[in-house]
């Protein structure tokens, strides 16, 4: 199945400060999340996730360090701040929302039965 784009771009900010709420993380292991999570359906690019997490670092839900590991290679980290923690909380209760609107408009038990997923 393919995601609309409007949806899959939606849905970036609050996926990625719940990874990162889950820890610290670097892009490449943040792509690799995403597509578990969502279970191979979202296939992002570094095109797409890096100026994410720009925009969440320029306002301050995200901080970044720059860190060899014992592995070697020099990768810089991401971490949830504060602001990201509310923002995310915020995001949180905005879903849930569209959820119950959904869920309300879909007949049959509904997001999930909608899909055919119940």
Do not use: C
């Amino acid at each position: 199945m393919r995601i609309d784009k409007d949806l899959v771009a939606a849905s970036a900010t609050p996926l990625v400060l719940a990874i990162l709420a889950d820890g610290e993380s670097y892009g490449y292991a943040i792509l690799k999340r995403v597509r578990e999570l969502s279970g191979g359906q979202f296939e992002w690019t570094d095109g797409m996730l890096y100026p994410l997490l720009h925009r969440l670092e320029r306002l301050g839900q995200v901080k970044t360090q720059w860190r060899t590991p014992p592995e070697g290679r020099r990768r810089k980290y991401y971490v949830i701040t504060r602001e990201g923690r509310k923002a995310l909380a915020e995001q949180q209760r905005q879903w849930a929302a569209v959820s119950r609107a959904l869920n309300n408009v879909w007949p049959g038990g509904g997001l999930l039965a909608a899909v055919g997923e119940a």
